[in-house]
């Protein structure tokens, strides 16, 4: 087997849950030796389930063994001061430290960053909490639940108008945060010779939520315009059809956004009358005619099913997909021909048939090939290891491994690093030929961190996202859209007309340049234009190209069309979004997107790590259907050890692990609460707080087991409660008695939030036209960098560079390919 990308990278995991495991996941993945550290009793997820047979075993969490593949483990008590100085020789040794507790813990334990960073100032530290290390919340009690409402994505996209909004029905907010940890705390690693040592990587995962979804296409309208939109329960409000309908035998995504897209549906129904009306040919004016079209493309569904009516669209061009349930989704034959499900022996639950890596690395393979580890079970392995180390390594003695670890010679450590230093990413330069939203992210991401990033692109086919509205003073033009000045910040812009051979042969001049190239078409495409990897790696040897297609470049779905927005159909996971017991409800924006531009960023480092090792490049093959079915990764379990298919579960806890576990309407126009209790403390203060009704000391909720078993009847109890309280007066009385109460907030909350304005979320630019507007700044907080934020560049930025600087272009052969329309 080749060397992993990641071999040589040691990695301290501090966390419980899910968001700094699935973090730490994807570095063991890869290859890094990661040291799992649990308190005496074990990580939550270890009683979290499922479990075979719904019968309780720490050594059975089909969660945990998600979770924690590839992984070492280990026991401290890090709340003694012996715990506490074994996890220092610990970091001593290491790269990295990923952890998830609240600030206040940490400090308590005498764990914080500058005390860490006084053993090892070197260390890449990654913490991913609800809300982050500052601001007014950064101590408040909250879960996942609790973090994914705070960034206002289902007040704005997922839920009926008249209930509650909905969470997707798995740990969204701690994915994300694990995915944006990893991306972001992996540059930290590559640039610490640019920063000059380790930092710390403050993650918010409400807040990576809150900038990257929901605020790039809704922030700067509200500051502009003072408007914002709530959720329909429809489907996408800006283009019609574009929501899920019942059929025969299921639920589908009807999705047919462009001419000829809708004209294929037509053809597949017979081309009816009504859709042949010139009006119908514009999506925005179907979308203002959703409630007659609706109905009339639903008869015509229930009479079909699904995995017909998506292969004959598919065929006829329009990117419709089944709703596919997690069941479907683990079985397809695509995922079978892809490998994706691969058998791990483990000593307590058998043979299970796990998720496989969540992008291929040809040169590098990933991917779970050990088991999660039994409590301790490498106990006294590591910490041979710590003393085989040597007294160099450990804290009380970190002086004598001097300035070669970046201390004075006399056991204190340099001066930390502040932030407006360098960049990690300084010095990396990318070429990125990325559609829409998911591919200019990756862009994004990188650029935030200090890589030049040209984004190439064309006025002979504007991209989508510079047509939405709306446009920087209402004027309307494919340089002022808001929300893509929001999405592309990080990216600088150059204009090919690729369909132009003189425009391909300049694109490669510029890959020469390039150490990464980007690009997210359907499989095919770039070869079409004479720049597929095989062409690219002649002119390039070290060369890493980054495809993200749908469902990844081979298998039977290779070729599927298909949105950001209804891509996760086909992962199981829309299966689980909807209230309990009801039929899936529509997520109304491309949730999928941003997050695999972020998981872009960090394959590509991953991939670019393998390269700075052996001065080899590759060509990452990254599906984003297998990355969004990670999310999947405990209802799969359950299917995988128990067989049972899960459904939507509305804001419940999807293992069944707390009560209550929900959105709770209070005063006011559509405003709610999240409450999350897990603990018998938390329901004792839960109970303090509502003033000890009568009904709290009945049999049915004396207990978790019976509070869990009688969820219905309690969240009918306490949003009776709610209803007569104010949201934030009600999380701030909550807080008080130690629950995790937060507001649900929506897009206007997002820009007047205390929280987010300490945090600087949200920041006014001045944009290179004349108007000022606002975009998310820096979603993830960084002690020895500050990312450079500004907005989306105008079409063709940074041609006088590129085609001059650094491809040499006189100015006379420069404007004949402008004039050419070459460059355009």
Not at 49 to 73: I, M
Not at 466 to 488: E, I, K, M, Q, Y
Not at 509 to 515: K, P
Not at 784 to 813: I, T, Y
Request: negative net charge; proline residues 7%.
């Amino acid at each position: 087997m080749p060397a992993r990308a990641l071999e040589g990278l040691t990695v301290i995991e501090l966390g419980q849950g899910v968001s700094a495991p699935y973090c730490a996941k994807l570095f063991a993945d890869y290859g890094a030796d990661v040291v799992k550290v649990e308190p005496p009793g074990g990580d939550l997820a270890r009683h979290w389930g499922p479990f075979p047979g719904d019968t309780p075993d720490p050594e059975k969490s089909g969660l945990f063994f998600f979770l924690n593949t590839n992984k070492r483990g280990i026991v401290l008590d890090v709340t003694t001061p012996a715990g506490r100085d074994e996890l220092l020789a610990l970091i001593a040794c290491a790269d990295v430290l990923i952890e998830n507790h609240r600030p206040s813990d940490l400090d308590a334990w005498g764990l914080d960053y500058e005390s860490i960073a006084d053993v090892n100032p070197n260390l890449v530290m990654i913490s991913i909490t609800p809300f982050g290390q500052t601001g007014p919340y950064r101590d408040w009690r909250a879960y996942d639940l609790n973090a994914f409402h705070l960034t206002a994505t289902g007040s704005r996209y997922c839920g009926l108008p008249d209930q509650a909004p909905l969470e997707h029905g798995t740990f969204s907010a701690d994915f994300y945060g694990a995915i944006t940890g990893a991306a972001w705390g992996m540059a930290a690693i590559r640039g610490r010779s640019n920063v000059g040592g380790g930092q710390h990587i403050d993650v918010s995962s409400a807040e990576a939520i809150a900038a990257t979804f929901v605020g790039g296409q809704n922030i700067g309208a509200y500051a502009q315009d003072g408007v914002f939109h709530h959720r329909t329960g429809v489907g996408m409000p800006l283009g019609a059809p574009a929501t899920i309908l019942p059929c025969k035998d299921g639920h589908v995504w009807m999705l047919a956004l462009e001419p000829g897209q809708w004209n294929g549906v037509a053809e597949v129904m017979g081309n009816p009358d009504w859709m042949q009306l010139e009006m119908f040919q514009d999506m925005f004016t179907r979308a203002q005619n959703a409630d007659a079209i609706y109905p009339l493309i639903e008869e015509w569904t229930r009479e079909h099913g699904k995995f017909e009516i998506m292969e004959r669209c598919q065929a006829a061009g329009a990117p419709v997909t089944a709703v596919f349930t997690v069941a479907e989704a683990a079985e397809h034959p695509h995922v079978a021909a892809r490998g994706y499900r691969v058998d791990i022996a483990h000593p307590a639950l058998g043979t299970v048939r796990a998720l496989g890596a969540p992008f291929k690395l040809p040169a590098s393979p990933g991917g779970p090939t050990a088991p999660s580890p039994s409590l301790g079970q490498h106990t006294d392995e590591v910490r041979a290891a710590v003393r085989e180390a040597g007294p160099s390594a450990t804290p009380e003695r970190w002086s004598a491994a001097g300035a070669a670890q970046g201390t004075n010679g006399h056991g204190t450590a340099r001066p930390l690093a502040t932030p407006g230093g360098k960049r990690p990413l300084e010095g990396l330069r990318i070429a990125n030929f990325g559609w829409v939203w998911a591919g200019p992210v990756s862009g994004q991401t990188l650029g935030y961190l200090g890589a030049e990033v040209y984004k190439i692109e064309s006025h002979a086919r504007i991209d989508l996202t510079r047509t939405l509205p709306p446009f920087g003073g209402g004027v309307r033009g494919p340089d002022r859209s808001l929300s893509n000045h929001a999405c592309w910040a990080g990216n600088g812009s150059v204009t090919l007309n690729l369909k132009k051979p003189e425009a391909q042969e300049l694109a490669l001049q510029l890959i020469a340049e390039c150490d990464v190239v980007i690009e997210n078409f359907g499989p095919g495409v770039m070869q079409k234009m004479n720049l597929g990897y095989d062409v690219l790696r002649k002119i390039r040897p070290d060369v890493v190209m980054f495809s993200m297609p749908a469902a990844g470049l081979d298998g039977p779905l290779k070729d599927v069309r298909t949105y950001g927005l209804s891509l996760t159909s086909l992962t199981g996971l829309d299966s689980l979004v909807g209230y309990s017991g009801g039929p899936p409800i529509p997520v109304e924006n491309a949730f999928s997107d941003p997050l695999n531009g972020i998981m872009g960023a960090y394959a590509i480092l991953v991939a670019l790590a393998h390269r700075d090792r052996t001065g080899e490049g590759q060509h990452v093959d990254y599906s984003q259907h297998e990355v969004i079915m990670q999310l999947v990764g405990p209802a799969y379990m359950d299917y995988a050890l128990n067989g049972r298919v899960a459904g939507p579960l509305g804001n419940r806890h999807p293992l069944a692990m707390a009560a209550p576990h929900g959105v709770f309407r209070c005063t006011g126009d559509d405003r709610w609460i999240a409450i999350a209790v897990f603990s018998e403390d938390e329901w004792t203060g839960l109970v303090a707080a509502m003033d000890t009704p009568d009904w709290t000391d009945t049999a049915a909720f004396a207990t978790h087991a019976e509070r869990v078993r009688n969820i219905a009847a309690l969240h009918d109890k306490i949003g009776a409660w709610t209803a007569e309280f104010d949201d934030r007066a009600l999380a701030a009385r909550l807080q008080q008695h130690g629950v995790a109460g937060t507001p649900v907030l929506n897009v206007a909350d997002l820009l007047n939030d205390p929280h987010w304005k300490a945090r600087e979320t949200f920041v006014e630019v001045d944009h290179p036209l004349g108007f000022k507007e606002t975009i998310y700044g820096s979603y993830v907080k960084m002690s020895a960098s500050e990312a450079a934020v500004e907005p989306g560049p105008v079409m063709g930025r940074d041609n006088d560079h590129v085609f001059k600087n650094l491809l040499g272009l006189d100015e006379e052969r420069y404007q004949a390919l402008v004039d050419a329309e070459v460059i355009y």
